[in-house]
């Protein structure tokens, strides 16, 4: 029985080599946060280093992707990733969103959430490992974008609205 169970295993994990995945190495760069916002090459280089993987429209991917189930696990993140926060589509946003996006910017590097250490455990993404200076850099680069929003435009357009609860019913 256990003979069968170990085969049965080794089929499977064979069979979901075969898998395809869309990977996220390609998209438009027209809503680039560059195309709006200043971006040092300090900072640029952080966020290509720590963020850009799983924040952006081009993954580069580590070359245990392309070994199952860990290449669905890493897609599935930088699916994620992408969905709460895209620099490659960033300025296609409203402005009350980007300005949003900045502050979550502040708030998940200050806390300590990002990077996750799922993506840092074990070595596997060392230049995401964000030394207290680079943490420092990449939220006053944020604040400052926030700044310069707050300085350009009216406080009342970089407000989030708030969704009004559906009508009693």
């Not at 990002?114 to 030394?131: F, Q, V």
Request: charged share 20%.
């Amino acid at each position: 029985m256990a003979k069968k169970i170990t085969i049965g295993l080794v089929i499977l994990l064979i069979a979901i080599q075969l898998i395809p995945i869309d990977k996220n190495e390609s998209g438009p760069t027209e809503y680039d946060v560059t195309t709006a916002y200043q971006v040092p090459e300090q900072v640029s280089i952080i966020l290509q280093g720590a963020c850009n993987d799983c924040h952006s429209n081009t993954t580069k991917y580590p070359w245990y992707s392309n070994i199952q189930p860990v290449g669905l696990w890493l897609n599935h993140h930088v699916t994620e990733g992408k969905g709460h926060l895209n620099f490659s589509e960033f300025t296609s946003r409203p402005l009350a969103v980007q300005n949003h996006k900045f502050e979550e910017v502040v708030e998940t590097v200050e806390s300590g959430e990002m990077p996750l250490a799922s993506y840092t455990y074990l070595g596997l993404h060392p230049e995401a490992n964000l030394s207290e200076a680079e943490k420092a850099t990449l939220i006053s680069w944020a604040k400052d974008q926030m700044a310069m929003l707050a300085s350009n435009y009216p406080a009342d357009s970089l407000v989030m609205k708030r969704r009004s609860p559906p009508p009693a019913q």
